[in-house]
């Protein structure tokens, strides 16, 4: 958290862009906290951080970095990535689960991944190999972008909004603000879960309907 807030205050909007665009190749970067830690300090005024300017980078980051991904995924093909992906935390199993889910559910799994860590980032490489027309990736991933990057971010500003409150007003106002803060939390962990869940159900669901062969009918 240290490290983002310094990346953020001492790049601004460009460290803003860039950490969300390596997102999709170095996999340990966290996009929802470093969404969430702009908010909160663009509530705070550090910096002089401007929401539409933070939506703008942060969009266009997430955005760019998915579009890597697909030309990666389109030129160097699936051997590439099996070979290169454990770099990237980009295992066979979780490639083989998202190719299997999105072969079926191709413009669903790229508006709900948006919302799934991991998910998100593998998708686009999928994508890529699959030779999704652009036409139909492009307008998907740049509004799923701009609508994901401006929840966090107003998230984060919430959460800093309501510290602010609390500390101004922790007698009366501490109790309701934890229950508020216990709230969002435990509906964004039942939200990814169960948007996890129902991913990996459908994926296991196409699998098995896969590997389902029809029998031949006995001869008379």
Sequence with gaps: MSDITRLITEYGYVGLYA???LEYLILI????????TAGALWRSGADHLQLPWMIVATTLGTFSGAMIAYVIGRTLGRSVILRYGKYVFLTPERLEQSEILFEKYTILTLIVSRYIPVARDIVPYIAGIQKVRLRVFIPIILVMSA????????AGGALAALVGIVIRNWRT?????????A???????YFHRKMSHSMKNLSRQKKEDKDVQPTDKPGM
């Design 147 to 154: 609508v994901w990057t401006t929840t966090f971010l107003a």
């Design 29 to 36: 970067v966290p996009g929802e906290t470093t969404l969430t």
């Design 173 to 181: 106002d501490l109790i309701p603000a934890i229950a508020i803060a």
């Design 19 to 21: 950490m969300l665009l």
């Design 183 to 189: 709230i969002l939390i435990v509906a964004y962990v």
